[in-house]
């Protein structure tokens, strides 16, 4: 039994050691902050709640980042913060990443007045800056992490639907894709068995970019005030709170601040690393680029 765990253990390090360098880096960088947002309560040192000593405490044994204006735990909020930042970011970027690629891949598929009314909307979309339309949204619908999310998803989501539209117009003129229209197959067995999985790799690489804008996003809408509301931490409003700060205590900034560009950088070195280890599609990703243009 040892033995046979042993030698899993040597395969997986094995696997890892032969991906390419940027998503070994991402990897080690946003597994971590996936476990902190898991199990903060585990970590934290305190409650985020909790206030443990006088306000504006500089960093020290027992309170690593120091302490914010009345007196809480800064280390103990930037962990508990990260469950809220990390889940709004994965749930937006994966609801975009759904949709966008599901209407993209059929328009680019099907082609004439389809993809014309389909790309015609998705521009309407992308004419609006992209945090003026989730801040009309959040405030039109409420503040809630579900509006939030879904808002963050919408704004997105067009951005994906012409990334994935250009992969479909490269591959409907594949051999396979031709073999199946003449067999009589259908426009959904089509994109679903054909379409989707070979145009993965290439919208895996924009999967992990469209995270690190999710992020961002995410982080905005917090330090606006639209995002999680206080008491409860989130990584925006602990920056927002800290530019109040920024004279009475430095450091207030400092652990959201490394936090939000450390999980941004990881999503963007995954995606390079993508990239790198789907090189071989290389070829489809420089003209989907061209293609997503259009």
């Not at 073999?179 to 790799?201: F, K």
Request: hydrophobic share 50%.
């Amino acid at each position: 039994m040892i033995l046979d765990n042993s030698s899993s253990l040597k395969k997986i390090i094995r696997f890892v050691a032969q991906q390419p360098k940027p998503l070994r880096i991402g990897i080690a960088i946003l597994v971590p902050f996936l476990i902190v947002a898991l199990v903060p309560s585990l970590i934290a040192p305190h409650s985020p709640l909790a206030i443990m000593d006088k306000p504006f405490l500089p960093p020290s044994k027992i309170n690593l980042l120091g302490t914010d204006e009345i007196g809480r735990d800064l280390m103990s909020r930037v962990i508990y913060a990260a469950r809220a930042d990390i889940f709004v970011s994965i749930s937006a970027a994966s609801i975009a990443f759904i949709f966008g690629t599901i209407f993209g891949l059929f328009s680019g598929y099907v082609g004439g007045r389809i993809d014309t009314v389909i790309m015609r909307f998705v521009d309407v979309f992308l004419s609006f800056p992209t945090i003026i339309l989730a801040l009309f949204l959040i405030v039109v619908f409420g503040r809630s992490e579900w509006v939030q999310i879904f808002a963050i998803a919408l704004v997105m989501a067009p951005s994906m639907a012409r990334f994935s539209r250009g992969t479909g117009l490269v591959l409907r003129k594949r051999g396979y894709v031709e073999a199946s229209q003449i067999s009589g197959a259908s426009t959904v067995h089509i994109v679903r068995m054909h379409i989707l999985p070979n145009s993965m790799p290439t919208l895996l690489v924009a999967a992990s970019v469209l995270s690190a804008s999710a992020i961002l996003i995410a982080s905005s809408l917090s330090y606006l005030g639209l995002g999680a509301q206080p008491p409860d931490p989130s990584w925006g409003n602990m920056l927002r709170a800290s530019f109040s700060f920024v004279y009475q205590a430095p450091w207030y900034g400092v652990g959201p601040g490394i936090c939000v560009t450390s999980v941004a950088s990881a999503y963007v070195l995954i995606g390079e690393g993508l990239r790198r280890k789907f090189g071989r599609q290389r070829s489809i990703i420089s003209s989907t680029k061209s293609l997503a243009s259009l």
